[in-house]
């Protein structure tokens, strides 16, 4: 006998992706279609499974989806996406990358970045608060992006960004201090020596055979450490934090403080 689904998916049910390549990790569709429907919203969330080659025939698909409100995204589409919708609105702008579209009833389709604030409000959830704080930011992808530009908001005295690319960390960085002058942005490297707080906003840590995102062994018990990582839920980049005596800010809640302001985005009705 199968087992009884939690909710109903009918006629009514609006319909929302979370378009990835891979998606065996992507928790993100369980959290929204419970947060969302703890709001009272018949909503449900499904990952879809899209590579790079095939993102812009999805994203112009979706427009002729009737029941679809929209689409969350994350790696690696963050930023390709923002090339292939009509409008993005000003965090997403500024960003230069989108992991929330609203589909308007024309087709039409809205971008924003909820990453960053989402990010920032989780960390304080946990204990962790940049302002004043010298920051090393791992990464400077798609979410990386809008974490940087919302840690600098927050009031952070320095942020150094590392990543593969050295040219991507540096224009990131550029564009950080373009519009936070008071945050000293910077080029750095994979090394926690000389900075309060560390954060992971790169794919480092989803696989067992994942090297660690940067040099840990000069964590300190004063430092905090952060994750974007949903699963697992404990990262090694966390469990070494942990080991250490870090304050520790999990992934799933960058996510969990994203939901009031997608509901807001995609314009959905009040409960009743």
Known sequence: MSATPPFEISGK???????????????????????????????????LHVKPADLAQTVDAIRKFHNVAGFGITIPHKIAVAGLIDELLPQAKLVGSVNF????????????????????????????DFAGKRVLQLGAGGAGRSIAFSIAAAGAKALGIANRTAARAAELAQAVQAAYPACEAFVAPADVQGFDAVVNTTSLG?????????????????MSVSEIIMSPELTPLLLAGQQRGCRISLGKSMLENQVRRLEALLGLAAAT
């Open 206 to 222: 989803m696989k067992a055979e994942d090297p660690l995102p940067a040099d840990l062994t000069r964590l300190r018990p004063e």
């Open 13 to 47: 049910t609006r319909i929302m992706f979370i378009l990835a390549d891979p998606v065996a990790h992507i928790r993100g569709s369980v959290v929204l279609t419970r947060e969302l429907r703890a709001l009272g919203h018949d909503i449900a969330i499904s990952p």
């Open 101 to 128: 579209v609203r589909r308007n009833a024309d087709g039409t389709l809205v971008g924003d970045n909820l990453d960053g604030i989402g990010f920032v409000d989780g960390a304080r959830q946990s204990g962790i």
